[in-house]
């Protein structure tokens, strides 16, 4: 469900899903933050660009060269998966029995998304949003409950929006919070949104490893 809704939304916002996504997915998948190409053809991923996980190898391809479908049961999938065009062309495992056996941390991740599609289903729709970005928030950020205004201005958040910067995890408004840039340290390869606080060290960052690219 979450891999559906991150084809249809902007760049920046995709790697936020990519970031979460990164946190339950199977642990022999390349994470997005290190998958700069596809695995076959080489082509560069542009900002924002959707990259597929083979479910059987693991690794990070294009939409073309990871097209074909077949069952993967060795690795927990009861029904036919995206895998990339090489373990596609291996032997299909044939072992039914195995088709049986569900991977432990997928019964728990299944688990876990359910209690939290029934947990918003009891509230009015108005908190279903709050529930959702709860449940996907990334453990350093500060929670929403506990920053009722902007960390910088001191704005109340009950007259603006509310953005985590994701260099120091606080809660700021947009006018505090309007610059982007990567914070690889935390998982954000790509520019996104960070603080009026953290902008300079963190611009002083990218001068330096551009610099040191250059060498």
Same mark, same amino acid.
């Given at each position: 469900?979450?891999?559906?809704?991150?084809?249809?939304?902007?760049?920046?916002?995709?790697?936020?899903?990519?970031?979460?996504?990164?946190?339950?997915?199977?642990?022999?998948?390349?994470?997005?933050? @290190? +998958?700069?190409?596809?695995?076959?053809?080489?082509?560069?991923?542009?900002?924002?660009?959707?990259?597929?996980?083979?479910?059987?190898?693991?690794?990070?391809?294009?939409?073309?060269?990871?097209?074909?479908?077949?069952?993967?049961?060795?690795?927990?999938?009861?029904?036919?998966?995206?895998?990339?065009?090489?373990?596609?062309?291996?032997?299909?495992?044939?072992?039914?029995?195995?088709?049986?056996?569900?991977?432990?941390?997928?019964?728990?991740?299944?688990?876990?998304?359910?209690?939290?599609?029934?947990? /918003?289903?009891?509230?009015?729709?108005?908190?279903?949003?709050?529930?959702? @970005?709860?449940? +996907?928030?990334?453990?350093?950020?500060?929670?929403?409950?506990? /920053?009722?205004?902007?960390?910088?201005?001191?704005?109340?958040?009950?007259?603006?929006?509310?953005?985590?910067?994701?260099?120091?995890?606080? /809660?700021?408004?947009?006018?505090?919070?309007?610059?982007?840039?990567?914070?690889? /340290?935390?998982?954000?390869?790509?520019?996104?949104?960070?603080?009026?606080?953290?902008?300079?060290?963190?611009?002083?960052?990218?001068?330096?490893?551009?610099?040191?690219?250059?060498?």
């Amino acid at each position: 469900m979450f891999r559906r809704l991150v084809d249809k939304i902007s760049p920046q916002t995709r790697s936020l899903g990519e970031h979460v996504m990164d946190k339950v997915n199977p642990p022999e998948w390349i994470p997005n933050s @290190k +998958i700069k190409e596809c695995a076959k053809c080489l082509k560069a991923f542009a900002v924002g660009e959707h990259k597929h996980h083979c479910r059987v190898c693991g690794m990070g391809f294009c939409d073309a060269c990871s097209s074909k479908r077949r069952k993967v049961p060795e690795r927990g999938y009861q029904g036919e998966e995206r895998v990339c065009d090489s373990c596609y062309s291996e032997s299909q495992p044939t072992n039914t029995a195995e088709e049986e056996q569900v991977d432990n941390r997928v019964r728990s991740i299944t688990s876990s998304v359910t209690d939290v599609f029934w947990k /918003a289903v009891e509230y009015p729709k108005a908190r279903v949003a709050d529930i959702l @970005k709860e449940a +996907i928030r990334p453990s350093y950020w500060v929670r929403d409950s506990d /920053a009722p205004h902007c960390d910088l201005c001191k704005t109340s958040f009950s007259d603006t929006s509310r953005h985590h910067c994701r260099s120091c995890g606080r /809660a700021f408004c947009d006018p505090c919070s309007r610059h982007e840039l990567p914070v690889p /340290a935390m998982g954000w390869p790509e520019p996104t949104r960070v603080c009026n606080g953290c902008e300079p060290l963190l611009r002083v960052a990218v001068a330096d490893t551009s610099q040191s690219d250059k060498k």
